[in-house]
């Protein structure tokens, strides 16, 4: 059975980093499409959105344009676990972060990444950036 365990949300001011983790089990650390999303407050599921998503063993890293050079999505295949640091975080970052799996590369528009095709998430990990 596919898990997905996010930890490291917190509440910080704008400026400050966190760091996410997403612990995997029930499938395989390498060949696979694992990242983090974002569902903004008020938001309906079907606006979640990609945030940085890693092809795991094989390098391939996706992000938002709206993260880019401020967050950074890394991996430990040994661990089966996904991490993203975040720096610089602004209020507009402020969200439920999730962790999900799929099975292909993230579709990109303007920018922006899709969560459609990622169908095992994670229960979620609040992230709160105060001005």
């Known amino acids: 059975m596919v898990q997905l365990v996010e930890s490291g949300g917190g509440s910080v001011q704008a400026g400050g980093s966190l760091k996410l983790s997403c612990a995997g089990s029930?499938?395989?650390?390498?060949?696979?499409?694992v990242g983090w999303f974002r569902q903004a407050p008020g938001a309906k599921r079907d606006e979640r959105e990609g945030v940085a998503i890693v092809y795991t063993g094989g390098g391939n890293m996706y992000y938002a344009d709206s993260v880019k050079g401020r967050f950074t999505i890394s991996e430990d295949n040994g661990a089966n676990t996904v991490y993203l640091q975040m720096e610089s975080l602004k209020p507009e970052d402020t969200a439920t972060y999730y962790c999900?799996?799929?099975?292909?590369?993230?579709?990109?528009?303007?920018?922006?990444?899709?969560?459609?095709?990622?169908?095992?998430w994670g229960q979620g990990t609040q992230v709160t950036v105060s001005s």
């Open positions: 999900g799996l799929g099975y292909g590369p993230p579709r990109s528009t303007g920018g922006k990444l899709s969560a459609r095709g990622y169908g095992y």
């Open positions: 029930g499938f395989s650390a390498r060949g696979n499409y």
